[in-house]
């Protein structure tokens, strides 16, 4: 039998069943394993969800009939974990060291105050990052990697359902939770492969989805007298599109600001402008402190 760590997992998938079972594959190779493991299955994708019921009965699926998101479904995945943390991949991403869970329940141990431990994260394009015992404190992290305290995750309320989440998802949770005093660490111990080129950023939805969802979090979480800086981070954002040349969707994330905002008005809940630019000001040396390092 297995050995196991009490720890959940938590997966959000939407029709990449290939994706899905590779990285399923991964987990269950690792030594020792998660206690459980959750896959929520989004936008009532009924073919995800039948096969995992079928090929990973020890697998505890969750099948939305509506749209959540990325977020959304981890939230749904987080709050029916069973155990105090809940390491967090996409369908496509996964440990790379078979090692990975007993690390991580040593990180927890150790580091029991921590609201979200980060692993190192490459992908396709990357080369593989190697092992040590480096642990920093960090102020935005990439969810695809990521192990988070539940209790903590639920007290500073979770994502905004919001598909496509880019631009958002993590941005957002992380302003709520420094607010509130949250510590976020990333080991090199822990390792995470994402089997992606990311070539889907150039997207026309992706695209617009990145323009709107910033102002969206302008809206969401600044104060009004940060409005001009939130409207100043969406031209930003509206400029590098035109200096990459990803001119699709372009005006569709303009022209979809306003009825985004509406309907997402019932999340609005301020951060005082003091910690938004605090955070923003450590993101900025956390990146170019990464920089530093290229």
């Known amino acids: 039998m297995a050995r196991t760590v009490p720890v959940s997992v938590v997966i959000p998938t939407y029709k990449r069943k290939l994706k899905l079972q590779q990285t399923l594959q991964k987990i269950y190779c690792c030594d020792p394993q998660p206690e459980e493991i959750i896959v929520v299955v989004d936008n009532n994708d009924r073919e995800t969800f039948d096969m995992l019921l079928e090929k990973y009965p020890a697998v505890k699926a969750i099948l939305n009939e509506h749209v959540n998101g990325p977020g959304g479904c981890r939230n749904i995945g987080i709050e029916a974990a069973v155990y105090e943390w809940a390491a967090s991949f996409d369908d496509d ?9 007993g690390t991580l329940s040593g990180l ?26 480096a ?8 969810g695809c990697g990521v192990a988070y305290n539940r209790n903590k995750f639920i007290q500073y309320g979770g994502y905004v359902p919001i598909q496509p989440a880019y631009g958002m998802e993590e941005t957002d949770f992380a302003l709520r939770a420094f607010s509130a005093g949250a510590v976020f660490l990333k080991s090199r ?10 070539s889907h ?7 617009a989805a990145a323009i709107s969802n910033t102002f ?7 104060p009004i007298l940060l409005w001009p800086y939130g409207i100043v981070q969406t031209l930003n954002r509206c400029w590098w599109c ?4 990803r001119f699709s969707g372009l005006l569709t994330g303009i ?11 019932k999340y609005r809940s301020l951060v005082p402008a003091k910690q938004v630019w605090l955070l923003r000001k450590s993101i900025r040396a956390q990146m170019a402190a990464q920089d530093a390092l290229k």
């Open 93 to 101: 991403s996964y440990p790379f060291d078979e090692t990975y869970f």
């Open 108 to 133: 927890i141990s150790e580091h029991p105050d921590a609201t979200i431990i980060e692993a190192s994260i490459f992908d396709r394009n990357q080369s593989v990052i190697e092992i040590s015992d």
């Open 135 to 142: 642990l920093k404190e960090i102020y935005s992290f990439t």
């Open 189 to 198: 111990l822990l390792r995470v492969f994402h089997d992606s080129l990311l």
């Open 201 to 207: 950023h150039k997207s026309k939805e992706i695209n």
């Open 216 to 222: 969206l979090l302008c809206f969401l979480r600044y």
């Open 242 to 245: 035109v200096k990459e040349l």
């Open 255 to 265: 022209f979809r600001i306003v009825p985004l905002c509406y309907h997402y008005r």
